[in-house]
DNA sequence: TACCGAATTCCGCAGTTACA
DNA sequence: TGTAACTGCGGAATTCGGTA
């Protein structure tokens, strides 16, 4: 008998989980009923891909029409992970081999596609239990052109999680639907369902989808049923499927997809619902994603954690190289150790704010310290700055900018900043007439005392970088400031 | 116009997820 | 860890529309 030994699976070479794999291989041979000792095979030999690391999401995924309108029902990251694993083939060399490889799967890459998973508190527990359900599942396929027979396939005969990754191969019956395809399919790009959150707006995606080419289709409630796997007992009332299923599912397509879909009217027989007409359009917006500059930039704002609605609206109003140099110095930002705890909001700051341009002033403040030149600019660049700030103000009516300024700032703190930011002016003030005066003022959540509204407008102005101050920020801040605006005595 | 059945609206519950 | 938001679901009350 061979010796039992530990075998560190091969790596790609790309990041690593905190855990490598390591697979604890039976002895290398075993003995048959029949008496022939044969050969296990090796790690090596039964892993025939790995997974080149995090998709291009950008890059376009074909899937059969019959697949697409199959019936079916996964959960949201089976599906995420189905997605993933065909995101990564090789069209070639699986078409050569005749079937899908044995694919090793780092956990940490599919999480880093999927934001809403990497948020999940057990990433590793729940594309377990995915890996579990690719494993049970069945996919019912229509066969005969659709004249009532049906085939039965399993997703994942192989399918499995191994420390930090998945092992898994999908159902060779199932190349036709996803391989070599010429005709009948639908493609969609990652970067268009990574944010879906339902299986249902997944699927319906993907259904809808399959339709653009007409730009209309109709279909029945119970047609929806069926290819969602939706049991005919569940949403006996039209109005249920079209409140909880239909209208969220538009919704999330519309926000997040390439394309939107509008019910054109109801089909009845005499009052009863039996389906809808549906128009479908590819959103034209959606089109500046494919444009040269915008999409990578996209791209790396999903990347950081930047929503697709946020990233395009980004793309759309702001020029791409100024846009390039501001996350540019978020990347920085976050590489250097800043925790950046809400990537839309500082991006935002950032590009309001331009702080590209005042890290670029930083590095001129360095400078100084060596040369009188330096010194002579970096007081230029603050004199613009300041004018800049002022001529601002003076456009707007001293109250308007108060409010206008401070009020969008404040107002775009999550609302247990608020809180806290009210509670901390309130704790952190004196007591005494003006102290109760400010405290008034901001739990009423406004700004009519002007002194409350002057002292919370240049802690926001002068920590504009800060888009949700700390307690402790807050608090020091007050402390060195109070002089400055308490009235006199 | 009254009746009946389907659609719509509203409410509440439970489990999950996101966030601070 | 607590809270809010979201998702998925069922049921009751109300509204609407077809038909006799």
Not at 50 to 66: E, H, K, M, Q, Y
Not at 78 to 84: G, K, L, N, Q, Y
Not at 410 to 419: C, V
């Amino acid at each position: 008998m061979g010796t039992r030994r530990a075998i560190r699976v091969k790596t790609s070479g790309l990041a690593e989980d905190a855990s490598p794999p390591v697979i604890e291989r039976a002895p290398e041979t075993v003995r048959r009923p029949h008496g022939l000792v044969e050969r296990l095979p090796s790690d090596d030999e039964l892993i025939t891909a790995l997974a080149s690391g995090v998709p291009d999401i950008a890059a376009t995924i074909r899937t059969s029409n019959d697949l697409v309108r199959a019936h079916y029902n996964l959960s949201i990251n089976a599906m995420r992970v189905m997605a993933f694993y065909v995101s990564q083939l090789d069209t070639k060399t699986t078409r050569d081999s005749g079937q899908f490889p044995l694919m090793r799967i780092a956990l940490s890459h599919i999480a880093e596609t999927f934001p809403a998973l990497a948020s999940s508190k057990n990433i590793y527990k729940e594309i377990e239990l995915a890996a579990d359900e690719l494993f049970d599942a069945q996919v019912v396929l229509p066969i005969n052109n659709g004249r009532g027979e049906r085939l039965r396939l399993r997703w994942a005969p192989t399918c499995g999680k191994v420390g930090g990754h998945l092992l898994m191969r999908l159902n060779g019956d199932l190349m036709p639907y996803l391989l070599d395809l010429k005709e009948r399919y639908t493609s969609k790009q990652l970067m268009y369902v990574i944010e879906l959150r339902s299986p249902y707006h997944w699927r319906l995606y993907e259904i809808f989808r399959s339709y653009l080419f007409r730009g209309r289709c109709s279909l029945t409630v119970d047609e929806m049923k069926a290819m969602l796997d939706i049991d005919s007992g569940l949403y006996k009332k039209v109005g249920h499927f079209v409140s909880r299923i239909l209208t969220p599912a538009l919704t999330a397509i519309e926000q997040i997809t390439d394309i939107q879909v509008t019910i054109e009217r109801p089909r009845r027989d005499g009052k009863r619902i039996l389906g809808w007409d549906f128009l479908i359009r590819r959103q034209a917006q959606r089109k500046l994603i494919l444009s040269p500059k915008a999409a990578p930039l996209i791209e790396k704002m999903m990347r950081l954690g930047i929503p697709v609605k946020t990233a395009t609206s980004f793309a759309e109003n702001y020029e791409p190289d100024y846009l390039a140099q501001q996350l540019e110095f978020m990347t920085g930002k976050g590489s250097s150790g800043y925790v950046i705890e809400d990537p839309p909001g500082f991006l935002r700051a950032a590009l309001e704010g331009n702080f590209a341009a005042e890290r670029a002033e930083g590095a001129l403040l360095e400078a100084a310290k060596q040369s009188e030149v330096a010194r002579v600019a970096l007081h230029h660049a603050a004199e613009a700055r300041l004018r800049e700030a002022k001529s601002t103000a003076e456009q707007l009516a001293p109250a308007d900018f108060r409010r206008d300024k401070a009020m969008a700032m404040f107002d775009a703190l999550p609302e247990r900043k608020r809180r806290e930011v009210r509670q901390v002016f309130a704790d952190g003030l004196p007591t005494g007439a003006f102290g109760q005066q400010v405290a008034t003022a901001f739990n009423a959540g406004g700004f009519e005392n002007p002194r409350v509204a002057a002292m919370f407008r240049n802690f926001l102005v002068d920590h504009f970088a800060i888009p949700a101050p700390t307690r402790t920020e807050l608090q020091e801040y007050i402390a060195s400031h109070w002089d400055a605006y308490a009235p006199a005595s």
